[in-house]
């Protein structure tokens, strides 16, 4: 096992064993880092899915992009940190990141995608992006690494539905029709922005003690079966023709619910409120 630094001495090619400290390629079992000794961005020559890498680390002094959006960094590893100063193009590529990591001040975006790979678990600490036609994502963590606490923000368009959504802030903006079996929303703003995509069950549970549920779609109602409500705001838009539907919501003490015609509450149940 080695440690490869990406230095871009001859070229933006990845492929090539002299752009590489030690002079060589890495290869399964390696640990990548992405530093200020760069000279290149690593552009081309990115597809490293048949590889098993150990972490794969851009840290912030790594001044330029990684990979492309015609050439994506594919990649499977254990650990893949992304805190580098340029635009990120990330791809689980057949494989899985057991754990990724967004952490970055760039102004230019990170977005990933996979061809029918994972990325098991995604800490979205700082950084602008968006997770798209993602088919499978475990855990989806959405915090902040220092203040402000709304610096981060994330436009989910995964195929699939996130098996757990965790968020305490930033923002997340959900446009794609599918469900997410868990919510957690502690602080942040969610965002369902679902009228391209079409109507259907935006979540099976919702648990929200802070921050803001807001429901912003115009053509077509959306769903949330399960709301557990303790508190926070729920910013509801739309028209009366296409009310949003909580089929159970469940209130705790804390909880306030705008009374406004776009939104249908089936069934209400109070625990602890009068």
């Known amino acids: 096992m080695a440690t490869r630094a990406w230095l871009g001495t001859e070229s933006n090619n990845g492929q090539t064993a002299g ?17 200020a000794r760069a000279q290149r961005a690593l552009e081309a020559g990115t597809d490293f899915s048949g590889i098993l890498f150990t972490d794969v680390h851009f840290h912030s ?6 990979g492309s959006s015609g050439s994506p960094f594919k990649v499977r590893c254990a650990e893949l940190l992304w805190a580098g100063q340029g635009a990120a193009f990330l791809n689980a590529a ?3 990141v057991s754990r990724a990591i967004i952490d970055t001040d760039a102004i230019e975006a990170v977005t990933m995608a996979d061809n029918s790979g994972a990325f098991t678990k995604i800490e979205w600490l700082k950084g602008r992006g968006s997770i798209f036609a993602l088919t499978n994502i475990d855990l989806l963590f959405v915090t902040y690494r220092d203040n402000p606490p709304f610096d981060s923000r994330v436009t989910l368009q995964p195929l699939n539905g996130i098996d757990a959504i965790h968020q305490n802030a930033g923002t997340l903006i959900s446009q794609a029709a599918v469900a997410h079996p868990l919510i957690v929303l502690s602080g942040g703003l969610f965002e369902i922005q679902e009228s391209a995509f079409g109507a259907g069950t935006v979540a099976t549970a919702v648990h929200q003690s802070g921050g803001v549920m807001r429901y912003r779609q115009f053509d077509e109602g959306s769903v949330i079966t399960n709301y557990y409500h303790h508190g926070g705001y729920i910013d509801v ?4 023709a296409t009310q949003h539907v ?10 306030e619910i705008p009374k406004r015609d776009m939104l249908n509450i089936a069934n209400e149940f109070k625990i602890g409120v009068p």
């Open 19 to 35: 752009n590489w400290s030690g002079g060589a390629v890495p290869i399964a079992g390696d640990a990548i880092v992405g530093d």
């Open 237 to 240: 838009e739309g028209t009366t």
């Open 94 to 96: 057949g494989g899985s």
């Open 61 to 66: 002094d790594y001044p330029y992009a990684l």
């Open 246 to 255: 909580i089929t159970n919501l469940y209130r705790f003490p804390g909880s």
